[in-house]
């Protein structure tokens, strides 16, 4: 599957809408109808001003389940999925945090979306759910068992998170590549909100030229207008949120100025 043919941009931007705490989950506070016209206003709002997908995320669900979030999770982040790609006209993307890649497989084929991204994918790392062990083997599998037209944009390193064992930026991509067969890798800083490191991002680079297979490489965290310019002159797209939400802070709703700047910076020449 080449993600390349997906976006209309070969530097795609990929907006996050972050889902209030879904009922069940313990902050849970607003009408599950309230939580979707918000997910659609801030949909609406990316697609408008010029990204080129948009990424949907439990993100109000801490604490996060490890591994497997129940099936009313699912439910609900398939109804909402669901309305935003018949709201959109660009590419929709599923994560279900913490590490449901089932999950987040099976939401994104029934909702209509085109990607799904995994906080690991491959290997082990140490997070605050505990070790979240990569499960690349099932995940290929349920692609093919139900025939679902879904990328799969992979963490290496991933953030808030330590990978078990001394183990070569570099290798870990090419092996996430290779043995993994992920469709994209995304690289990011220690936690939401912060850059990846100038280094961290040159090696997962060089780990993608040494792999076989030639897949983009995304910055998935600390995007802002000010680095995007140059993070694109090496980078093969970027996800982002924070910087897009109002006064910067990662919980408020999607901010159409702070979006329409970042673009803006993005395709300055």
């Known amino acids: 599957m080449d993600l390349r043919d997906l976006f209309d941009t070969s530097t795609p931007l990929v907006g996050m809408v972050h889902l209030p705490a879904l009922p069940g989950a313990p902050r849970h ?46 439910a609900e982040m398939t109804a909402t999925a669901r309305e935003l790609s018949l709201a959109v006209d660009v590419p929709l993307g599923v994560n279900v945090l913490r590490n449901d890649a089932e999950a987040a497989l099976s939401v994104a084929a029934a909702a209509g979306g085109s990607f799904m991204r995994v906080n690991v994918h491959t ?5 605050d759910q505990g070790v979240l062990d990569g499960s690349a083997h099932e995940t290929l599998r349920l692609r093919d068992q139900l025939d679902a037209d879904v990328a799969i944009l992979a963490d290496v390193d991933v953030k808030h998170a330590t ?19 992920a469709d994209a890798v995304v690289v990011s800083g220690p936690e ?28 998935g965290s600390g995007v802002t207008p000010e680095n995007v310019s140059a993070l694109l002159d090496d980078a093969d797209g970027a996800i982002v949120g924070t910087a897009l939400k109002k006064q910067g802070q990662t919980t ?3 901010d159409p100025d702070r979006v329409a700047t970042l673009v803006e910076a993005a395709r300055a020449e």
Do not use: C, W
Not at 33 to 55: F, K, M, P, S, V
């Open 29 to 74: 506070e607003q009408p599950r109808d309230d939580i979707r016209a918000r997910a659609l206003a801030d949909a609406h709002t990316l697609a408008r001003n010029g990204l080129d997908g948009i990424l949907v995320e439990n993100f109000g669900d801490a604490p996060f389940y490890p591994d497997g979030v129940p099936k009313h999770v699912v």
């Open 123 to 127: 290997g082990a790392s140490v997070t």
């Open 192 to 219: 939401t909100g912060k850059p990846a490191d100038n280094e961290d991002l040159r090696m997962a680079l060089d780990g993608r030229d040494d792999a076989t297979r030639d897949v983009p490489v995304f910055v």
């Open 163 to 181: 990978p078990l064992g001394e183990r070569d930026r570099t290798a870990l991509v090419r092996e996430t590549i290779d043995r993994g067969l």
């Open 252 to 254: 408020n709703r999607v």
